[in-house]
Structure formats: structure tokens, C-alpha cells
């Protein structure tokens, strides 16, 4: 896999991280929340700022879960600096060395994997928390709806004299 396959790849995650962000304010008006998923030193001074609102909002809303996204955060950012470095050797051997560093491209991409999947289950478990808690509201505000338009037929029929 060369250093364009990797950019390739970069440059997706982080049309999803952008997606998953834009989104964030939304989730903000509802519960005072926001996700990322940023490597140190990967992201813009705009993407910087939601990353550290993203965090500051994950911190108040569970401490513990801010720390361990920080902690994946990072090991994933790790890990693409390894697998570039990684890429770097490989592309820099001649076709004779190539094989020598194979395997530590290898191990390094196997790495960008993993931690990038404990992210992702990070961010996706964190979801699902969410999409419970908008489904139980929605619920609440659907029975209030429907209170709601029960008392109105009632008052309906008390002007109409019924």
C-alpha cells in the first residue's frame, strides 16, 4: 500500500470526521453534545476548535468517556504516523530491500486498523447511548401530543356546546 492508498484513505476518514462533526451541533441544541476523531496534528485550525469542543462537551457529559476517547484519539494518531513512517521505509527500499520492511508496513497498517475500529466502537457505542435517549424524548413528546389533542377535543366540544 503506497503513500497515495494512505492519503486515499486519510482523505475519507476525514470527509467522515467532517460529517460526524457538522452534525455535532445539531446534537449539541438536543443534549449539549458533539463527536471527532481527529490524529494530532491532522487537522486544520477549524477542525482543531471542534475537536476541542467535541471534547470539552464529551468531558461534561461523561469525564471518563472524554478520557478514553483522547486516549483512542491518540493511539490512532500514533498509529498513522507509524504506518506513514512505515510507508516512507517501504517506498524508499529498493524492489531488493522491499521485502525486509513488508512486514513492518504490515504491522503498521494492521495497527491504523485497530485502533481506528476502537474508535470507530468508541464513537458508535456512544450513539447508540444517544439514539436511545432521542428515542425515549420522542416518545415523551408524542404522549404529550397526543394529551395535548385530547384536550383540545374536549375544549372543541365544550364551544360547541356538546
Given amino acids: ?74 493511539a490512532r494518531g500514533h498509529a498513522i504516523a507509524e504506518l506513514q513512517r512505515a510507508q516512507a521505509r517501504y517506498g524508499a527500499a529498493g524492489s531488493e530491500l522491499r521485502p525486509v520492511f513488508l512486514g513492518q508496513l504490515r504491522d503498521a497498517q494492521r495497527r491504523y486498523a485497530e485502533t481506528s475500529l476502537a474508535l470507530l466502537d468508541f464513537l458508535d457505542a456512544r450513539d447508540r447511548r444517544a439514539l436511545a435517549r432521542y428515542q425515549e424524548e420522542i416518545g415523551r413528546i408524542n404522549r404529550l401530543a397526543e394529551e395535548r389533542t385530547r384536550a383540545r377535543a374536549e375544549f372543541e366540544k365544550l364551544l360547541r356546546g356538546e
Fill in 1 to 74: 500500500m503506497g503513500a497515495h492508498v494512505c492519503h486515499e484513505r486519510l482523505n475519507v476518514e476525514g470527509k467522515v470526521r467532517v460529517a460526524v462533526l457538522v452534525g455535532a451541533p445539531v446534537v449539541a441544541v438536543f443534549l449539549a453534545l458533539a463527536p471527532g476523531g481527529f490524529a494530532p496534528g491532522l487537522e486544520s485550525g477549524a477542525d482543531a476548535e471542534r475537536e476541542k469542543a467535541f471534547v470539552e462537551a464529551l468531558r461534561r457529559e461523561n469525564p471518563e468517556g472524554a478520557e478514553r476517547y483522547v486516549a483512542l484519539r491518540d
